[in-house]
């Protein structure tokens, strides 16, 4: 038993030094002792074995550590037996090129959104990846679709209302606006978001259901304000976007709301659309 416990420790700490790179892409040993409350011997020590390992690299000039090759790798399987991204990939590439834009996916974890992939068309390039990357729900298109999976009930219990912080002066900050802004969501199929989350950006989004109808993912298409043109070009991104998420959801045996069940005026799907799109 003392064993187990000290070997769960041992990559406990492991794991802590690694998400000490989260928020800084180079560390000393030092800072990264810091960041973990680990001692310096310690640190040193952990950061020598994942160097082994590849999880770590150490430049030679500098002596500051980065992540290394091994978490790539990792994450590519992880990408690649996941069955959203394995649907949407080529599909919101495809779209990335079409539009311009930036096409993005993502599923929840928790009270964050979680980016599986993300592209950029050339009116709306970045210099990195969204990939991996963790958003707040209530913030987002994206993340508007994804809190239709749950209830009032228990998006309260998840997002407390004093953590739903302003990000901008456009954050939604209260459940009861946030329940208006999900039901319009629900209501025609697609969310928006406009200057919520950062100052210049904007997306329209739609959810992502799986064959049993519940929503697992969203998708949306963003970029910055005088690209994306929300106002003139809404009813066209919307129609597109839902269209894409029909298309995923057909891809995870998705076929249409069950027989007989009340569905909200999008959710009725015609000939081409699994979700309601018009």
Excluded: W
């Amino acid at each position: 038993m003392a064993s187990d416990q000290s070997n769960n420790q041992s990559v406990e700490r492991a794991i802590s030094v690694l998400r000490a790179f989260l928020t800084r892409p180079e560390l000393r040993v030092s800072d990264v002792a810091k960041a973990t409350g680990l001692g310096t011997s310690t640190a040193s020590r952990l950061l020598a074995t994942l160097e082994t390992l590849e999880f770590v690299e150490r430049d030679e000039v500098s002596g500051l550590y980065r992540l290394g090759t091994a978490p790539i790798t990792l994450g590519g399987v992880a990408l690649n037996q996941h069955p959203v991204h394995r649907e949407a990939r080529q599909v919101a590439q495809d779209l990335a090129a079409t539009v311009g834009l930036g096409v993005n996916v993502a599923i929840r974890r928790g009270d964050s959104m979680f980016y599986l992939l993300n592209f950029e068309g050339r009116l709306a390039p970045r210099s990195f990846v969204l990939t991996g990357q963790r958003k707040p729900l209530y913030a987002t298109g994206i993340g508007k679709c994804l809190l239709l999976a749950l209830t009032p009930a228990e998006r309260r219990e998840l997002l407390p209302e004093p953590t739903l912080r302003p990000f901008t002066a456009r954050t939604i900050v209260t459940h009861e606006r946030l329940d208006e802004e999900l039901a319009l969501t629900l209501g025609r199929g697609y969310a928006t978001e406009v200057e919520e989350l950062a100052f210049g950006r904007a997306c329209v989004a739609a959810p992502i259901r799986d064959m049993s109808g519940a929503v697992v993912a969203a998708i949306s298409i963003s970029g910055p304000l005088s690209a994306i043109d929300l106002a003139a070009r809404e009813a066209e991104l919307a129609r597109t976007v839902i269209e894409t998420a029909d298309s995923i959801s057909i891809g995870l045996g998705y076929v249409g709301p069950a027989h007989g069940v009340a569905q909200p005026a999008f959710a009725q799907p015609g000939p081409q659309s699994a979700t309601g799109a018009p």
